[in-house]
Structure formats: C-alpha cells, structure tokens
Nanobody
Framework: QLQLVESGGGLVQPGGSLRLSCAAS????????IGWFRQAPGKEREGSAC????????YYADSVKGRFTISRDNAKNTVYLQMNSLKPEDTAVYYC????????????????WGQGTQVTVSS
C-alpha cells in the first residue's frame, strides 16, 4: 500500500516550535519532490515548503520563509518540516504530498497525499 503518514502536530504557544514528519511506505521518496501544504478553516489549501528530488533545492512560501525548514532523510524515507517562531496564523491542518516532477507542479497534480496533522498555535 502506497501512503504518506504525517505526525508531529499539536498545540503550541506563539513563538514555539514543532517538527512535523512525513513518512512514506510502499514507495521510495528519493525520486519525488515533497511538498508541505496547509489548510486553515475556510481557506484554500496552500503550499508552505517543498524540497526537490534531483538536487535537494528547497522552496518556501513568503509567509514561512526564515521560520520553517524542510529537510529529507532518504535513509529513513522521511521528510521533515521544522517550524520555529510559530504564529497563530500558522494554525492549520498540514499535509505532505509527493510528486514525480518539480516543486512548482500544481497542487492538484501531486500524486500521493497524507491524511494531515493538526497544528494549533494559541496561548
């Protein structure tokens, strides 16, 4: 069974940190660009970060640049999203997704999606 599983979400105070994990089973992440997306209530799903498969280049949305870091551990078949200096507006369900193309591939063309993990930033 081919799937992605996110973990690491939770409740954190403003200014705090969380690390999300995206583990793949049934396929190897090496050959895929992996994106982290988020969806807040009443809003469209948007991209936050992406790491390419070919050269490991990283891309970030302006809203998270300088605060979030995406990385991959191919030996563990896992991609991470380190989130620092969290703000209430970061509250959302976070999804990871895989595409056998570049990071700028449209969202709807991503092939595999996880079930999402809730991140809530509140005091």
């Amino acid at each position: 069974q081919l799937q992605l599983v996110e973990s690491g979400g939770g409740l954190v105070q403003p200014g705090g940190s969380l690390r999300l994990s995206c583990a793949a089973s049934g396929f190897t992440l090496d050959y895929y660009a992996i994106g982290w997306f988020r969806q807040a209530p009443g809003k469209e799903r948007e991209g936050s970060a992406c790491i390419s498969s070919s050269d490991g280049r990283r891309y970030y949305a302006d809203s998270v640049k300088g605060r979030f870091t995406i990385s991959r551990d191919n030996a563990k078949n896992t991609v991470y999203l380190q989130m620092n200096s969290l703000k209430p507006e970061d509250t959302a369900v976070y999804y990871c997704a895989a595409v056998d193309n570049g990071c700028y591939t449209p969202l709807y063309e991503y092939k595999y999606w996880g079930q999402g993990t809730q991140v809530t930033v509140s005091s």
